[in-house]
């Protein structure tokens, strides 16, 4: 086994403990959402009817969107981790905006691990662009869905996953909404471990040195 296959492998592990960690996180995120909701209704709002709390009482839809969106960022991160270990990044245009950005780091994995394209189901990439659509929505829509460009991938998402993802209108930022984007996140970083350490193989590679030019 040569030094760069171990340092994957390695890393592998802490990529699958962290995410199994904040799965622990999300019920503290419950916790707390839950004592909230219940000093809204006791100081004289119990009578809001349930689908319309949420306007009351935003916390659920700041935490579980800020839960969602750091986990796509650390998917991101280890994705270009992973290629920047692997093979050497493309060449990217400064200054790209947006939805372009959001699309970078899948480009880049299917470049430096062209398995990828092949190896991951075709089912989990779907919903590693679901994903990413619910993130973007939150981040560059403020949540609204009804005119978003990617509404019906969320939609779609929603139902093949069995999740309420409409509310009023707006995305519907719900635990079992962060559930299931965790879900993926493990199973689609933790295939791209693999995927590097099988293309890795026996070859030698050389981990660079920090004072390596």
Known sequence: MNGL????????????LYLEELGGFLTTIDQFIHAQR????TSG??????????????????????????VLSFVEREVLSICSLVQQPVNQKSGVQSHAQQLHWRKQLRHSLPAAHTDIDSRLWDDVNSAVAVRNCVV???????????????QDFGA???LSVELLGYLNPTRKLAD???????????????IAVAQVGTEDHRIPRVDDD
């Open 140 to 154: 560059h829509h403020r949540g609204l869905l009804r005119d978003f460009s990617r509404c019906q991938l969320i």
């Open 38 to 41: 219940v000093r809204v209704q």
């Open 160 to 162: 093949r996953r069995a």
């Open 45 to 70: 709002t119990s009578a809001i009817a349930s689908d319309e709390l949420r306007l009351h009482v935003p916390l659920p839809d700041i935490l579980y969107s800020s839960f969602i969106i750091s």
């Open 5 to 16: 296959t171990s340092l994957l492998e390695e890393s592998c592990i802490g990529a699958e």
């Open 180 to 194: 299931a984007i965790l879900e993926i996140a493990k199973s689609f970083t933790l295939g791209t471990y693999r």
